[in-house]
């Protein structure tokens, strides 16, 4: 026989109210009652609380249901978390994504959540809800060659996607927690990626690999032959030209404020119209909620970079809420990157192991104004290290003139 009960929990505090182990010398014990109904009933030989509401009336007209399916021996209707958890795993991550869309201030977030789970329903066969156990998140965390980073980030997508279930009343609790699947820990053994600076003459090959690529790529038909046979030329009409050329110049854009703004991939890629001022001192003034770091960022210009932006503004007819360039995605960008260095004659990976991905071209623009004699201080300015804070009003007119001496020497590495 089912009945409706609320939950009391035992807890012991001491003085200064903390929750402290049971009889605890000079512990005090609290009895608390929860605030929510359970219908609390005996299912398959074992006693099964079932939330109900805060409300005892909405929470007496539940119960009432649940006996009426137990009577009719509509037993899916004793657990009301059945459908959820019989439903397609995709079904749940196409309305989760649709969330996250809804509130996320980096549009690049959702998809790669997106592609991060469906990576993890692929590898470990997931179909239905009910089979992402916390054993099926352990294991593909642990077959992931990948350092302890990069696990700990698919897990957090992981937890974040059954709050969310839990959230939608989908599912009672969250059973990926700390105990049944624990966060992974670097190896004594295990190595960082590490990045190295490319030298100002590799930086020159490398911004005019990246404006030919788009159109030397389509220029080359491999025809479905193999890697082991020889394309052939391949001569693409005046219209595919132009959309190439025009990819080539955005593409040369990304990189050179990647280069002279210390601006992240993921930073440039909201960067809209509005948030630029090219009058006599050109500068990005990127709000907080569009950095890494949470503040806001006013970022110097190179003229010569600033007038290329007001034609490219010009040319493409962009308003002032539009997306400044179309930045690759990270995954496709890493790839792109990769190619571009290729065609450059550049080693992606040096003798000592070093890589030279995108975002090497920080440390690349930071070497160089080392080795140009830039103290530290105005580096750090320029790269948003550290503890420097930017001012929420007004950019500090002191702080522009003591970055003039790291946007001269970046003019050239670019020229």
């Not at 965390?141 to 990948?146: F, R």
């Not at 550049?346 to 103290?375: M, V, W």
Request: hydrophobic residues 35%; proline residues 6%.
């Amino acid at each position: 026989m089912a009945t409706l009960k609320k939950v009391t929990t035992t807890h012991w505090l001491d003085a200064a109210g903390n929750r402290v182990k049971p009889h605890t010398p000079g512990a005090t014990k609290r009895t608390v009652k929860s605030k929510k109904w359970y219908i609390v009933a005996k299912v398959g030989g074992r006693v099964k609380r079932i939330p109900a509401y805060t409300d005892k009336k909405a929470s007496q007209t539940k119960l009432a249901d649940w006996l009426r399916a137990e009577e009719r021996g509509e037993v899916g209707l004793s657990d009301p978390f059945k459908k959820h958890l019989d439903r397609p795993v995709l079904d749940h991550l196409a309305e989760y994504i649709k969330a996250l869309k809804t509130g996320s201030r980096n549009p690049d977030y959702p998809a790669e959540v997106e592609r991060t789970l469906k990576r993890l329903f692929t590898a470990r066969k997931v179909v239905a809800l009910r089979n992402l156990t916390p054993d099926v998140v352990q294991q593909y965390l642990a077959d992931l060659d990948v350092g302890a980073t990069t696990k700990n980030l698919h897990r957090t997508y992981v937890v974040s996607f059954f709050n969310y279930l839990v959230g939608a009343g989908r599912l009672p609790v969250n059973p990926v927690n700390k105990v049944n699947v624990k966060r992974a820990k670097a190896k004594e053994t295990e190595e960082r990626r590490e990045r190295r600076a490319l030298r100002p003459s590799e930086i020159r090959l490398l911004l005019a690999a990246v404006k030919e690529y788009p159109l030397k790529a389509a220029s080359t038909n491999a025809g479905g032959r193999s890697k082991k046979r020889t394309p052939r030329p391949a001569k693409p009409s005046p219209e595919t030209v132009a959309k190439l050329v025009h990819r080539g110049r955005e593409r040369l854009l990304l990189y050179r404020l990647a280069l002279t703004t210390g601006l992240r991939r993921g930073e440039i890629s909201r960067v809209r119209v509005k948030h630029l001022d090219l009058g006599r001192q050109p500068l990005i003034d990127l709000p907080g909620n569009l950095t890494k770091n949470g503040k806001r960022a006013c970022i110097l210009v190179i003229p010569l970079l600033a007038e290329e932006l007001r034609r490219w503004i010009e040319d493409t007819g962009r308003g002032p809420n539009d997306r400044l360039l179309n930045v690759p995605a990270r995954n496709n960008l890493s790839k792109m990157h990769r190619a571009h260095v290729a065609l450059a004659g550049i080693s992606y990976q040096d003798e000592k192991g070093r890589y030279c991905d995108f975002h090497s071209l920080r440390k690349s623009a930071n070497t160089y104004l080392r080795r140009c004699g830039i103290p530290p201080k105005e580096r750090q300015l320029f790269l948003r290290h550290g503890r420097l804070e930017l001012t929420t009003e007004t950019y500090d007119d002191d702080q522009l003139t003591g970055m003039a001496s790291v946007f001269r020497r970046l003019a050239k590495l670019i020229e």
